[in-house]
């Protein structure tokens, strides 16, 4: 089984920042690319940062200059660094990875269970 678990959501004032982590673990071989993404209510879930195993990097407009997204391979975890927070980031933030599991399934997405970040106005 794999799992991915994400942690470092919250409350936080317009113009403050959040760093979001999320933590594979269980039976994995490799993990590919890992993703953030996020679902504002009534909005389509949107990608906000996508990092590869190499370490290449892309963003969605909306976010470039104040997030970063960075990786841990040795911790099979990645991290979403979220500075100069606005009103409009509030949602539900979504990791994902493309996980190839030591045994069972062949190589696939896996989600986690998403975390709530609230900026304030």
């Known amino acids: 089984q794999v799992h991915l678990v994400e942690s470092g959501g919250g409350l936080v004032q317009a113009g403050g920042s959040l760093r979001l982590s999320c933590a594979a673990s269980?039976?994995?071989?490799?993990?590919?690319?890992m993703v953030w993404y996020r679902q504002a209510p009534g909005k389509q879930r949107e990608l906000v940062a996508r990092?590869?195993?190499?370490?290449?990097?892309t963003y969605a407009d909306s976010v470039k200059g104040r997030f970063t997204i960075s990786r841990d391979n040795a911790k099979n975890t990645v991290y979403l660094q979220m500075n100069s927070l606005k009103p409009e980031d509030t949602a539900v933030y979504y990791c994902?990875?493309?996980?190839?599991?030591?045994?069972?399934?062949?190589?696939?997405?896996?989600w986690g269970q998403g975390t709530q970040v609230t900026v304030s106005s």
């Open positions: 269980g039976s994995i071989f490799s993990i590919n690319a």
């Open positions: 990092i590869t195993s190499g370490g290449s990097t």
């Open positions: 994902a990875a493309l996980i190839s599991p030591l045994i069972g399934p062949p190589r696939g997405d896996y």
